[in-house]
């Protein structure tokens, strides 16, 4: 039985798991994507209002939230796996309704529908199973796994793809294929624990028949500590421990800001550039780098997040934002290129933390619960991003907003900073 920094890892061993990740972190954006093109192609095809098709993004965003709060009290009390097959059957069976919709009515909640399930698919039950699997080394995997979402960037270009070789009833197919893939590696190749196929978490090694029997309880995640876990706090009570515990929930509130950040500068990030002076063509192909560091940010982030503790890497990531809006406040063309890559990594490497966090302090029996909690209100508070820099902005200018994410960033290293090192303090201990 391998045990913490023992044996070799054998990724490959689980490479249904990860090209399962991989692809619904993916397709988390899908209706984003399609959002980008449809209310032009679906104006043109049947004179549907564009602008009631966009509006209607901000109640699936809603939705979004109120479905990872959903989902994290569903998976605290079932497994992931059949979970998960749920999600993409909903995910699937709506996108064919997007296709076929007869109406514009139709069409909108077929798309928040799909919208709730990806969501609660790829951000809210994938990392329960990726914790299962490597709870020790879930930095690292979670951040090659997360770079599906930044990948999500050619949503657009397949469903436009689509839209112009199969028409639009059909343009949404690519999508429901790219599902039912995901759910075919679900089916044949990944069950909730690696303990369950015979291989030991993390490094994947086999393991024999004594490890087959109690394998599931020898491999949990060494030296956690977490009241939780010593008194064996039931997934529902747990929950409700948390939402009662005010560190925690600041906690979560606090890295959020993060999630404010990214969504609020990439959303910003070619007018600024323009504003300092670059030509469209180059402030595009700039913003494209920026998602290629987002996927290099993710795992070099999730390395560094196993390596070194994950407050560690969330206090690394708070620095990056920061020295980003000061290189790009120099209006320096060289360090304004460097800004971008930092910006990219915080933005490639935001949604990873909470799982890192979470399953570095409660372990893979409370990973659910703690998870189900932490995440929605991250979510809620990020989307809060794109309206905060865009009101500042429109009140000044992309220079004063740019410097209000540095400061929010500031403010909250400083709040996690505090908050990191008081965290085993009795009266900050979930206590049953």
Partial sequence: MAVKGQGTTHYLRAWPLLFYALLCYFLTGTVSGIMNVAPEVLHEAFG????????????????????????????????????????????MAGLLVMGIAPVMSVFIVAMVLVSAASSAWGYNTVPILITNWFPEKKGRVQGFVSTGLLLGSVNPMIYHWACEHWGVHLATIPFVLLGGLALVFLAFGISDRPEDRGLAPDTMERLGEEGRVSGSRQAEVPGVESAALEKKISQGEMARLLLRNLRFLLCSLVMGVQLIFAGGLMVQMVPRLLDLGFVMDEALLVMLMASLFGCLGSVIFGILGDRLGADTGVILTYIAGI????????????????????????????????VSVCAEQFGRDQFAASFGVMFPVIQLVGAAGPAFFALIAGASNYSVSYAAGGVLMAVALLVYVYLAKTKNRPENSIEG
């Fill in 323 to 354: 020295v980003a809006v000061v290189l790009n406040l120099s209006g320096s063309q060289p360090l304004v290129y460097l800004s971008v890559a930092l910006i990219g990594c915080v933005v490639g490497t935001a949604d990873n933390w909470p």
């Fill in 48 to 91: 549907w209002d564009g602008t009631v098709l966009i509006s209607s993004m901000s109640i699936a965003a809603l939705l979004n939230v109120a479905a990872g709060f959903v989902a994290g009290r569903v998976s605290a009390h079932r497994s992931p796996r059949p979970l998960c097959f749920l999600w993409g059957a909903i995910y």
